[in-house]
């Protein structure tokens, strides 16, 4: 996830900038300038006003029966244009036909007709010149003219449609359009994108004070930060200053914050770009954004290249031959690789690259010399979450007696970009309440809305819907309550939100394995929604496609994955180089197919008999949960234990969190 506080953008390229100012752009502005000025032009040499049309009987009558016509030219024959003798035009006739002195043209013609053709024409006036004296009679003279302005439009205007439309794809593609970081339009398609944070008002100011928990892997990060700070105290004694280091780790735990902080620490420019960036539809242009970058780098060093989502570039080259490999992600993968070979390990270029799956990069890449370090980064656990809490809430106006500890305990499996996201929401939720404060009702609001959408009051359900719905939620409730191994309830809802129409929510312990129990009680409860709707209106609905879908997995995932079938044995078909995802056949054989189908569906039907038995034994308590929720729409794990006691396996909720 790439931060968002880089305001102060910069190009990074300073040297093509420079150029851009000085060199003349073309533009397209001057071809418009051109024609308007030529158009003006026209206008001037023609001033005093344009020829006017007459008829063939005012032309008969006024200008050639009384001898004052010069000349007459034919255009394209069609047009007649007459030209009246200078010290004729001088006359009252001709200024009311022209319509005032000043609207007679300077130059020629002074009229215009059209003909009909062109022997007609030839024929009148040989008709009426036949009386003239033959020093009178005046000739015809014949013009092909072209309309060159029109002519000039008609093959000007494709081209200038064509390069108009071939500056603005490279524009776009070059990212200059789109607002993308890079300058100078279609000269730079193979410069690197990437953002730069390197002058006084632009230095980073993340630092690790901006970063919560991630203990462990601060550690390694600050190694790396001496490194840069000091590197003589690591080469005097004759070592090797690393060349990268790879963040591994789920999306939106701070990896992309953890690499500011490193940059902030050190005060060394920061380059962020992300694997994607590097990909573009023309070949070679990815090798060449990553020469550029590192050559850019090179430069400022010391400095930090961050590369997120190097998964874009580095997934392992040519593994999957069904597909075809991707040429062009290769080259930029060999070039990435040869740049980091090529530079000095002294040169003080320290590149750090995140990732949320390592084990689908290539090999080459994790070479020593390399991203020899892999610093993980894991979802925050209940401490960290405190922490991370005590980061965000710095900014926002809370009430004093709010407690983080509850924050955080509510919001299990929370990284930390979602645990921002609450303390956010919260603010707002708060505003449009009007409220002075913000309270801990605001955050359980925008937790829920977070892990569950919007709440959609106004959705609108039956009352026979509702009652499905609410004995649905109520067998979920039921079976999870009186299983040993289940997740522990907090509450149950039949308030429609997001694209959920009720939901039962749990409290997922933090741990590291589980047992084949804690997944047979977790499938089991499931189960229970469609359970109770059989059960109690002896017929099923849709509802239960979320349900069906997550046992399903599940129990694939035990028999072909966990090895926890008997039939199946202790064999995995898990794939952990992602590479299996593109196969088209499986590991193994037909037989043993039909094997892991029985099994899935075996292990299923078990748990849904039981979860059967388990709600007909507490008939009672399921048909009074649902009331309870009907009445009140969402009900809390008190009320679960009104109606069935204490848990039976009430366990600590979260063992290690009383050390
Ligand atoms: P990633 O790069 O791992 O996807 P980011 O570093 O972009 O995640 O994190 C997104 C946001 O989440 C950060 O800008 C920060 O506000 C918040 N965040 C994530 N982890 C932490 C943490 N450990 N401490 C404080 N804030 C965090
Ligand atoms: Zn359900």
Redesign the pocket.
Known sequence: MADNNNNNKQSGNNQPDKDNKTRPKFNVYWVYGLIALAFFGIQFLNMGGDPKEVSWGEFERIMLVSHDVKKIIVVNDERVEVFIKADKLQNDKYYQLLGGKENVPKIGPHFFFTIGTLETFEDNLREIQSKFKPEDKIMVSYDRRKDILGDVLSWLLPIVILVAVWLFIFRRMSGVGGGGGGSGGIFNIGKSKAKIFDSEESEVKTNFSNVAGLEEAKVEVMEIVDFLKNPTKYTNLGGKIPKGALLVGPPGTGKTLLAKAVAGEAHVPFFSMSGSDFVEMFVGVGASRVRDLFSQAKQKAPCIIFIDEIDAIGRARGRNPNFGSNDERENTLNQLLTEMDGFDTNSGVIILAATNRADILDRALMRAGRFDRQIHVELPDLNERRDIFKVHTQPLKMEKALDLEFLAKQTPGFSGADIANVCNEAALIAARQEKKEIQKQDFLDAVDRIVGGLEKKNKIISKDEKRTIAF??AG?ATVSWLLEHANPLIKVTIIPRGRALGAAWYLPEERQITTAEQMLDEMCS?LG?RAAEQLIFSKIST??L??LEKVTKQALAMVAYFGMSDKIGNVSFFDSSGQGEYNFNKPYSEKTAEVIDHEVRNLIDVQYQRAIDILKENVNGLVRLSELLLEREVIFSEDLEDIFGKRKGERNIEPNDKA
Do not use: I, K, L
Request: charged share 20%; net charge negative; hydrophobic share 10%.
């Open positions: 649905h939620e979920h499931t929604g509802g239960a979320n349900d």
